[in-house]
Structures are given as structure tokens and as C-alpha cells.
């Protein structure tokens, strides 16, 4: 896989995917608030009234607690991709599928 390109795409497509992360880690806390009961100390709706408003501090407050042990990661990995692109048999297209 050329690494090089992905990071391409990756650039290319940033906006999209970060505002596809911060819906998905919301989505999750809310989740997460609702199935442990976390919700007792302050009213949910009035949270979530503003959503982009929310959105952003919930990916301020994840990237704050997890961007040293990310950066730490990344710092240790090779340049060459740990993917494997291989042809998923069952389908007659060209698609590929991602083996980790």
C-alpha cells in the first residue's frame, strides 16, 4: 500500500473525517451517560442543546487526556504500513479488503 497516498487522502478529506470523530465519541458519551447512569448530576438535554457546541469540547477534552499517548504511538511506528491488501473473494468487483 502506498503510505504516501493515504496520508494524501487523509489530508484531503480531514475536515470530513473529524467532524465524522467528534459525532461518533458524542454519540458514544451520550451512550455511555444513558447505560451507566452517569446523567444524575446534570440534565442531558440541556448538555446536548447545542450540538456543535458540544461536539467540540467533547473532542477538545478526548484529544487533551489521549493526545500524548497517541503522539508517544505514532512516534514508534514505521513509515511502512502494517495493512495488508488482499482481494476479498466472495466479491466479483474489484474492491479490497483491509486485513489487520
Do not use: H, Y
Not at 6 to 14: A, S, T
Not at 28 to 40: A, E, M, R, T
Not at 79 to 89: A, T, W
Amino acid at each position: 500500500m502506498n503510505v504516501q497516498k493515504v496520508k494524501k487522502l487523509i489530508e484531503k478529506n480531514n475536515d470530513i473525517l473529524l467532524n465524522s470523530m467528534s459525532i461518533a465519541l458524542s454519540e458514544d458519551l451520550i451512550n455511555l451517560i444513558v447505560v451507566n447512569g452517569d446523567d444524575k448530576d446534570f440534565e442531558l438535554l440541556e448538555l446536548v442543546k447545542d450540538k456543535q457546541k458540544f461536539r467540540a469540547l467533547v473532542v477538545t477534552e478526548f484529544l487533551k487526556l489521549n493526545s500524548n499517548s497517541v503522539l508517544d504511538d505514532l512516534k514508534l511506528m514505521d513509515d511502512d504500513s502494517p495493512f495488508q491488501m488482499i482481494k476479498n473473494k466472495n466479491q466479483k468487483n474489484t474492491q479490497k479488503r483491509l486485513d489487520f
